[in-house]
């Protein structure tokens, strides 16, 4: 049973324009909520997080938004970039599980020029 | 950022041969490192957690046995693929988590492609 989803496995986005990736989780322990961007062949590059007391957090082009109730959150990139194109995780952990990340099973983004 | 690395990058062996690799920790001490898998377009699966000076824990259906995890130092875990079979070919990541307070963020390797033939 996937503990965390993400539904969609790719996503085409014209060049400029916004991708939302989304994620949804069940386990209402996770309380910490990560974004990690991957190229093939290379290990994951973290993006951005959130923590369960916020439900959105800001960083430069991305802005990840939590919400709680329906244990969903959301991955926006504004505007996308071609070399924004990559497979992106969503990841969570429980706060006091030793940080184990459970990982979703990725969606692959394509910005088109 | 914190950088981690991973050697080899890649590696061919032949069936029964065990292939060591190893994951380094490069600009801070790293008391906790994690082990992934990758299959082609699937999500990382972890394998085991490395604790330093401790033994490794395994996550449900890993043998230990065949993946040998020895966190000798604060910068260095190494992941050991005994009798290696063709079924074990995949991508291998580490991790390694920066011991901050209030850090989550866990530090990727470049991963290390196993083919065995």
């Known amino acids: 049973d996937q503990q965390v989803k993400q539904n969609s496995p790719s996503l085409s986005v014209q060049e400029g324009r916004i991708s939302i990736l989304n994620c949804d989780y069940t386990?209402?322990?996770?309380?910490?909520f990560l974004w990690y961007k991957k190229y093939p062949a290379e290990g994951p590059t973290f993006l951005i997080s959130i923590s369960s007391i916020k439900d959105k957090n800001e960083d430069g082009r991305f802005t990840v938004f939590l919400n709680k109730s329906a244990k969903h959150l959301s991955l926006h990139i504004v505007p996308s970039q071609p070399g924004d194109s990559a497979v992106y995780f969503c990841?969570?952990?429980?706060?006091?599980?030793?940080?184990?990340?459970?990982f979703g099973p990725g969606t692959r983004l394509s910005v088109l020029p | 950022g914190a950088v981690v690395s991973q050697h080899p990058s890649w590696v061919i062996c032949k069936s029964g041969t065990s292939v060591k690799i190893e994951c380094r920790s490069l600009?801070?001490?790293?008391?906790?490192m994690f082990w992934y898998r990758q299959f082609p377009k699937q999500s990382l699966m972890l394998m085991a957690t490395s604790n330093e000076g401790s033994k490794a824990t395994y996550e449900q259906g890993v043998e230990k046995d065949k993946f040998l995890i020895n966190h000798a130092s604060l910068t260095l875990s190494t992941l050991t693929v005994t009798s290696a079979h063709p079924e074990d070919s995949s991508f291998y990541i580490c991790s390694a988590r920066r011991p901050l307070a209030g850090s989550y963020e866990q530090y990727f390797g470049p991963g290390t492609r196993l083919t065995v033939t």
């Open positions: 600009d801070f001490q790293a008391t906790t």
């Open positions: 386990n209402s322990m996770f309380d910490y």
């Open positions: 990841a969570a952990t429980p706060r006091n599980y030793g940080q184990n990340f459970v």
